[in-house]
Structure formats: structure tokens, C-alpha cells
């Protein structure tokens, strides 16, 4: 399964980004797909995940401001960001995965995308 993320860029507070995630290859219906993020100097964090069924689930610090969609037919899940801070800058991670986690995001990761960059200032 290869993974490639786009949509990243610069915002201003305040601001909203789309991310997309389009993956190849074979992914059951039984794993879920997500977003993870890593700011400077932090560890990796799960902020979103996806059910094949298209059910959602958010880590609690984002839920009410992002949102994670996906488009079957097109092999891509999104990640709707909104109402930006400078916080939210980072590199930002699609993954596959086999399990929601307790924190409710993909876990378990199978596959990983090379990232694409957030910055909000």
C-alpha cells in the first residue's frame, strides 16, 4: 500500500486547509485509515481516523474543528482543518492501520505517507 498526502501549505490563523491522502494498493474493509501529526521537538501524535464504512472518530483535542472524510471511489480520505492556530503547525501523516485506538484515531499502522507540511501563522 503506498500512501501520498497533499494539501498542505501555509494559513493564516484562523484559516482552514484541506488535506488529501491517496492510497494504492489493497486495503480492507476491516482496517481504518487516519491522519497523524508531528510538530517540531514533539512526538507523533493520532488525530483522526476513518472506518472503511466511512464512520469517523477524533482524538478530543480536535474534534469540533477538523474532519475527516473519505471518498471511496477515489482511494482518498480527507482531512478538513478549520479554524487554524499556530499550534497546528506541523508535518501531517496519512496512515493505514488496523485498529481505532482508545484515543479514537487509526492505530496500529501498517503504512505511512511521506507527509506533507503545515504551517499557520
Known amino acids: 500500500v503506498q500512501l501520498v498526502e497533499s494539501g498542505g501549505g501555509s494559513a493564516q490563523s484562523g484559516g482552514s486547509l484541506r488535506l488529501s491522502c491517496t492510497h494504492s494498493?489493497?486495503?480492507?474493509?476491516?482496517?481504518?485509515m487516519g491522519w497523524y501529526r508531528q510538530a517540531p521537538g514533539k512526538a507523533r501524535e493520532g488525530i483522526a481516523g476513518i472506518r472503511r464504512n466511512g464512520e469517523p472518530y477524533y482524538a478530543s483535542s480536535e474534534k469540533g474543528r477538523f474532519t475527516i472524510t473519505q471518498d471511496n471511489a477515489k482511494n482518498t480520505i480527507y482531512l478538513q482543518m478549520n479554524s487554524l492556530t499556530p499550534e497546528d503547525t506541523a508535518m501531517y501523516y496519512c496512515a493505514a492501520g488496523t485498529r481505532i485506538s482508545v484515543g479514537d484515531y487509526c492505530d496500529d499502522t501498517t503504512a505511512w505517507g511521506q507527509g506533507t507540511q503545515v504551517t499557520v501563522s
Open positions: 494498493g489493497y486495503i480492507s474493509s476491516r482496517q481504518c
